[in-house]
C-alpha cells in the first residue's frame, strides 16, 4: 500500500538559513509526488509536484524538490528562509489516474528571527 | 468558480445532530476529493468522486458518513448522528483528475459539542 512518511514533526531555523524538510514514500511504481503548503488558518497550498523527467523540480515560493528514487524520497529545499515560510508543509504521493493522493503527517516550521 | 468555495467555513452542532457540508469544485474540474484533518494530524482520505464514476467511499469511517456529487459539480458530505470525534477540519478539493494536484478549498471547522 502507498504510504508517507515526514520524518520531522516540527522543525525550527533561523531565518536567512537553509531549509531541509524529508519525505519518504512508499509505492510500487513511479509515483505522483507533491509538497503543500498550510499556513494558519488557511486551505493547503500546491508547492510543487514531480511526475516524470527531471528530478529536480522547482515550485513557487523559492522552494524547489528532488526525486531519489534510489532512497524513496521527495525532500523539500529551500536556500534561505524567510518568516513568512512558517507553516505546516504536507508530502503526498499519488498513483495511477485516480488522483488520490496519500499525505504525510506535515512537519511544522518555525522560523526564528 | 475561481477556486474551490466551501460552505460553511465554522459549524457548531450538538452530539446526535445531521450536519451537511458543501463544496463548489472549479469549473470544469472532474475529480472532487473529501479530506478530514483533525488537530494535529494529517490529513485523511474519505471519498472521492470522478466523473460519473462510482465513488470511492473507501476512507469513510462509518456508515454514518455520506456523500453525493450532483450534476458532476457540487457535492454534499453529510454526516448523521454527530459525535464530538467528528470534529476536524472538513477539506475538500478539486483537480482535472491523474496527477494534476488537487486545489483546495479553505475547509469547514466542525465542532460537535
Known amino acids: 500500500a502507498q504510504s508517507v512518511t515526514q520524518p520531522d514533526i516540527h522543525i525550527t531555523v533561523s531565518e536567512g538559513a537553509s531549509l531541509e524538510l524529508r519525505c519518504n514514500y512508499s509505492?510500487?511504481?513511479?509515483?505522483?509526488l507533491f509538497w503543500y503548503v498550510q499556513s494558519p488558518g488557511q486551505g493547503l497550498q500546491l508547492l510543487l509536484k514531480?511526475?516524470?523527467?527531471?528530478?529536480l523540480v522547482q515550485g513557487i515560493k523559492g522552494f524547489e524538490a528532488e526525486f531519489k528514487r534510489s532512497q524513496s524520497s521527495f525532500n523539500l529545499r529551500k536556500p534561505s528562509v524567510h518568516w513568512s515560510d512558517a507553516a505546516e508543509y504536507f508530502c503526498?504521493?499519488?498513483?495511477?489516474?485516480?488522483?488520490?493522493?496519500?499525505f504525510g503527517q506535515g512537519t511544522t516550521l518555525q522560523v526564528k528571527p | 468558480g475561481a477556486g474551490v468555495s466551501q460552505s460553511p467555513s465554522n459549524k457548531v452542532t450538538e452530539k446526535g445532530k445531521d450536519v451537511e457540508l458543501r463544496c463548489d469544485p472549479i469549473s470544469g474540474h472532474t475529480a472532487l476529493y473529501w479530506y478530514r484533518q483533525s488537530l494535529g494530524q494529517g490529513l485523511e482520505f474519505l471519498i472521492y468522486?470522478?466523473?460519473?464514476?462510482?465513488?470511492?467511499k473507501s476512507g469513510l469511517p462509518s456508515d454514518r458518513f455520506s456523500a453525493e456529487r450532483t450534476g458532476g459539480s457540487v457535492s454534499t458530505l453529510t454526516i448523521q448522528r454527530t459525535q464530538q470525534e467528528d470534529s476536524a477540519v472538513y477539506l475538500c478539493a478539486s483537480s482535472l483528475g491523474g496527477g494534476f494536484g488537487y486545489t483546495f478549498g479553505s475547509g469547514t471547522r466542525l465542532t460537535v459539542v
Open positions: 514531480y511526475f516524470s523527467g527531471d528530478t
Open positions: 503526498a504521493v499519488g498513483a495511477g489516474n485516480t488522483g488520490k493522493l496519500i
Open positions: 509505492y510500487g511504481a513511479t509515483p505522483y
Open positions: 468522486f470522478q466523473g460519473n464514476s462510482a465513488p470511492d
